[in-house]
Every structure is written in C-alpha cells, then in structure tokens.
C-alpha cells in the first residue's frame, strides 16, 4: 500500500515538477481527515479528545469494520461521528482529536482531480447543477463510473475529465460548463490541516 502510494506520488512529481503537489495525496487519511474521516486510518492518536485511553476495535461492536488497533478511526462511515473516534470502554465513544484536511477542499492541488470541497459556482458566477442531472446539459459523468472523481448527487466543482482545473455543468441553459473559481493550494497560502 505505501510503495503503491510513494510509486504514484514520485510519478505526479516527475510529471508535474511540484513536490508538494505530490505528497497530499499520501498525508489525506493518514495525517489528517477527509470529509468524516471513514478513510481514515493514521496511527497519530490512540487517546480521545479529552484523553481517555482507546482500546482496541477488536473489542468494538465495529471489529468487523474497524482495523484491529487501538488508534482512532470513523470505520464504519455513518453518521456516528462526525470525526474520527475510539471506543474508550466496550460501549463508550469519544470524538478523537485528529485534524481535518485542508488541501483539496479549500484549495486544489496539481489539475484538481482529488478536490473534494463544496464550491458550487463558477468563475463566472454562474451556478452548478448536479452531477447527476443530465437538465439542462446532457453528458457521461454520472456516478458510479465516476465515483473516482467524486461526481455523484450534488453540485460541487469536480474534475472528472483529468483536464484543466476543476469545473462543473451550469444550471444556465445558454453555458454548458465552466471552471470554478477556487484557489490553488501552496504552502504560502494555506496550511495542510487545521483542528
């Protein structure tokens, strides 16, 4: 999994010359959370928010889900927690201080195909309609083949074309598509993770 992950990352680096770029998609998950946190799976903190010690999933009614350690994780993927959480006894939880990513939701990185924020309008102020709607621009980027680029049922910029920046359909029958105004990443502007 790591050398997959190290192997990609080197290859993103070579083509696109940008270091930093490369190395988010190694830290997203691992380092800090995404979305809820049901990928997350680092090993930083094996106590929760207010100190308490996490046992192991194992003993969880989320074994079968969970990855068997006693660090903190959101396995299952519900509405359980909002952020990565342990169990402090056999039937108690506790939300885990891990910190969410930046990276990739408030800005993007290298062309924008692992952007998951919300930005729902464009560049030029025009507003974006739902992935999944094929009114009033009909086209191919319907989830689940496109689940990758994370297109499904909503109306956030996305980039499933592998081109540009990311962008999204409008809602303007007169403007099928346009690039969203939102900022590259750099670490001048804008920190990896915030708690």
Do not use: M
């Not at 997959?4 to 190395?23: L, P, Y």
């Not at 809820?36 to 999933?57: D, E, L, M």
């Not at 509405?79 to 885990?96: G, Q």
């Not at 900022?183 to 993770?193: A, G, L, Q, V």
């Amino acid at each position: 999994w790591y050398q997959r992950r190290v192997r990609k990352a080197v290859v993103s680096t070579q083509s696109t010359g940008d270091v930093v770029r490369s190395f988010s998609p190694l830290l997203s998950d691992v380092f800090c959370s995404l979305d809820q946190g049901w990928k997350f799976r680092g090993s930083i903190r094996s106590t929760s928010k207010s100190g308490k010690a996490c046992i192991n999933w194992k003993r969880t009614p989320l074994a079968d889900k969970a990855t068997p350690n006693h660090y903190c994780q959101n396995p299952d993927g519900t509405n359980l927690a909002d952020k990565p959480f342990c169990y402090i006894s056999e039937t108690e939880t506790e939300e885990c201080d891990i910190p969410s990513c930046i990276w990739n939701t408030d800005c993007f990185t290298g062309i924008g195909t692992q952007y998951r924020g919300k930005q729902a309008t464009t560049e030029h102020g025009k507003n974006c309609n739902n992935w999944n709607s094929d009114f009033p621009h009909p086209h191919s980027y319907h989830s689940p083949e496109y689940n990758w680029a994370g297109v499904g049922d909503h109306k956030f910029c996305r980039n499933p074309s592998e081109e540009g920046k990311p962008w999204c359909y409008t809602t303007n029958v007169f403007w099928r598509w346009d690039y969203c105004s939102i900022p590259r990443c750099s670490r001048d502007s804008f920190d990896f993770y915030r708690f």
